[in-house]
């Protein structure tokens, strides 16, 4: 029988440097390993320390797992400081990805909140990648300044793809940028979605998903349409170790996605 | 159905000699008397010299203590096999009581179910054989009943003794304790109408004494305690009651129920280790008490306040549990009150909770 805590040697192929404080670690499986988008793995330095993290890659890329991590706490400092093609070790994937299936035929908003945009990448490929079921992909991103904006060659790009409309927003501007200037919610006023037929998709800083989160309510969406991200200290990601409960649910098994409608009656979600 | 035997006291013992050439025995043995004044027993290793006793309650530690250990290695980095789970010795576990199979039922819905099961946990459940017994007496902070818990097993163990006389009533309650009777014939006698009508007095006796115990005490109720700590959610009660708490942990690891445990990295050659060994990862049991318990990377803390984290606790047992599993997470063992050095008691607990809450409604 499976040993469940059992972790599969990945090598570390590539470290991308993102912003000061973010880089996106290329890890190739040796075992094969898949996963869909908004799941994620617990990825260790062996014999060191572990911590959950949401891939960015395409999911449908079977070779390699990007992971985009900014420096935090322990765990994301040494692997900051790792050098490559030193093995890690990857357990998962875990929890529930995105129910893309739910999202056919809708207007799809992504908002993302600085490295929250990392498993939103993910998302995003595999909204790309069968952009046809959907009627449109709307994403509105926001970064503390033009410096901590990740992905920062792929994200025009993206904005040339039929379908998609993106639009950044910093806190604090710089000489040189040309884009807006605000907090993410400034920029959620004249959303080009219906939301009647939308979905809202949410991931960046418990703060910021707080207030996108009401913005969201505002306009009209309902709670069973906004999908967030929580986070949690997880440590088994299997539903058994109990550190990552949120009310009834534990947020590695029964998300970390959750909708806010099952959210709602839940205490102090965003503590 | 199961059948049903009697067995002499000392061919009992007999049974637990024999089983120690195939098995390692566990017993509950009787300390010296704790400042309560009541005997406490404890478990040790039953060798071929030992002589059973027989516990009048539960021991000191959990039944969980012999599926999941406080620190133990779980996997190593990286092993071939994908299928690396050593069979555990075959093992023995006498004096199990009614609530600590209650109890156990919380860790078996954990490990052995939800979205995969713990093939580590599994395994050591497979190769244990659980031979409980009937309460023929109680402890102070025994409260079984007020969960709807009788002070005796009528399930979840593979045997189960009913001291009667010169003997037990020894009722089988698994195919594998029909193996294991098969296996020692000899030493069981069919039963007679007058021993399971004897075993039926004593058990109502011992219930009614418990039951005027209890009921003094006034507790808070099972089908009322899931309401009860959600309006409580910002009582004062909390906070009033962690004054005094150490953050020791103690009643997290001495629970029945309690299964938190957390993931940790074992390295390589560490000194005090001997050396050339993998990185490991570990399993270490968690207290929902300790502070870093919900910390997550970065330093966020919803549990940073003592009080929240006893909040965590008691919404995890009495809400969490009833809403996944249908039953709260205590089985009234009372280990928790005996051992907290701050003197927090899980029944005032939820006695304060109940006229909080009736004072505001
Ligand atoms: S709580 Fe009940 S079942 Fe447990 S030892 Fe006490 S009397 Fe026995
Ligand atoms: S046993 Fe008592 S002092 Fe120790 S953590 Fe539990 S409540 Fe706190
Ligand atoms: S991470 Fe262990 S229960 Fe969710």
Redesign the interface.
Known sequence: ?????????GILEEIITETSNIKTFVIRSKEDFSFRAGQFI?L????????PFTPSSDPNVKEKIDVTVMK?????SLLHSAQKNI?L?IRGPYGKGYPLEKFFGKDVLIIGGGVGLAPLRSLLFSLFAQIDKYNKVVLRYGARSPADIVYKQAIPEWAKLNKVDIMTTVDVGSPDWQGNVGLITTVLNDLPVDVKNAVAIVCGP?IMMKFVNLKLLDLGFDPKDIYLSM???M??G??????C?L??YYTC?DGPVFTYAQLQGI??IW? | MYSIYFIESSKLNQLAQDLTKTHRVFAPVEKRANFTCEADFSYKKFSLSSTLDFNPYRAVEPLKSFFTYPHEKVADYFSAEKNVVDIPQETVVFGVKSCDIAGHKIQDFVFLEGVEVDALYRAKREHTLIISGDCIDFKQVCHCLAWEILPYPTWGFDLNLSPLNEGFVAEVGSRKGEELIAQHKSLFVPIRDAQIAGRRAKRESLVDRLKRHLLPQNLVTKDSVQKLVQQGYNAKTWKEFMLTCVECGGCNFICDTCHCFLLEEKKQNQPGLPAGGQNAKLRLWDACLYANYARVAGGANPNKLRAQRLRFRFTKKFDFFVSNLGIPACCGCGRCIEVCPGKIDIREVLKSLAEETKEKT
């Open positions: 029988m499976k040993n469940i805590y059992r972790p599969i040697e617990e260790s330095i062996p014999g060191i320390g572990e911590a935090a706490g322990r765990v994301t093995s070790g418990p986070e949690k200290n440590s088994c299997l539903g058994k170790c109990g550190h409960r009310g009834k098994k205490n102090d503590d």
